[in-house]
Antibody, heavy 123, light 110 residues
Framework: EVQLLESGGGLVQPGGSLRLSCGAS????????MIWVRQAPGKGLEWVSL????????WYADVAKGRFSVSRDNSNNTLHLRMDSLRAEDTAIYYC????????????????WGQGTLVTVSS | QSVLTQPPSASGTPGQRVTVSCSGS????????VNWYQQLPGTAPRLLIY???QRPSGVPDRFSGSKSGTSASLAIFGLLSEDEADYYCAAWDDSLNGYVFGPGTKVTVL
């Protein structure tokens, strides 16, 4: 059974930093790209970042560029998201999501989602 | 402001057919597959339709997806009370070099 378990969320002050982690199990983690998706309270879904299977390729939404950094540890089946210079508008549930699909990442779809971890940016 | 457009709401009575539209452009839906996600209240989203018209195992055949040009649609046949949820379309956008989600459509069973 595929499981994705996020951790690291919490309350942080504006301008602060946080590192989210996602432990993966039930599938060959190193053979799948992964993404982070967030959802602000009462709002829709927003893609944050994509990382390739090896970790050598990363892509970011404009809201994350220069502030967020995605990485993965394939030896420990773990995905990370380092978030710096946090703003109130970064307050959201952050989901760790497994990608699936053949060929280019433009054809990926997201077949398994974690339960999410809540990040609250407030003074 | 999302680059994909969805109606904010849709509704139907049990047993009816409900359709949710998703409109985009040549840089997203027009050139890449569309996927649909269902989010039940208080839960994480789940994959409903992938590659525009494919159903993952476990998704009832009451759900159907289609795509034409720069638009896509999700149809729910034989609406059930358990289908009451938010539905999101998504696709890769070649201009933005990232994934985009529609704003979501809340489906209500009357």
């Amino acid at each position: 059974e595929v499981q994705l378990l996020e951790s690291g969320g919490g309350l942080v002050q504006p301008g602060g930093s946080l590192r989210l982690s996602c432990g993966a199990s039930g599938f060959a983690f190193s053979t799948y790209a992964m993404i982070w998706v967030r959802q602000a309270p009462g709002k829709g879904l927003e893609w944050v970042s994509l990382i390739s299977r090896s970790g050598g390729g990363t892509w970011y939404a404009d809201v994350a560029k220069g502030r967020f950094s995605v990485s993965r540890d394939n030896s420990n089946n773990t995905l990370h998201l380092r978030m710096d210079s946090l703003r109130a508008e970064d307050t959201a549930i952050y989901y760790c999501v497994k990608c699936r699909g053949s060929g280019s990442h433009s054809a990926y779809f997201f077949d398994y989602w974690g339960q999410g971890t809540l990040v609250t940016v407030s003074s | 402001q999302s680059v994909l457009t969805q109606p904010p709401s849709a509704s139907g009575t049990p047993g009816q057919r409900v359709t949710v539209s998703c409109s985009g452009s040549s840089s997203n839906i027009g050139s890449n597959p569309v996927n649909w996600y269902q989010q039940l209240p208080g839960t994480a989203p789940r994959l409903l339709i992938y590659s525009s018209d494919q159903r993952p195992s476990g998704v009832p055949d009451r759900f159907s997806g289609s795509k034409s040009g720069t638009s896509a649609s999700l149809a729910i046949f034989g609406l059930l009370s358990e289908d009451e949820a938010d539905y999101y379309c998504a696709a890769w956008d070649d201009s933005l070099n990232g994934y985009v989600f529609g704003p979501g459509t809340k489906v209500t069973v009357l």
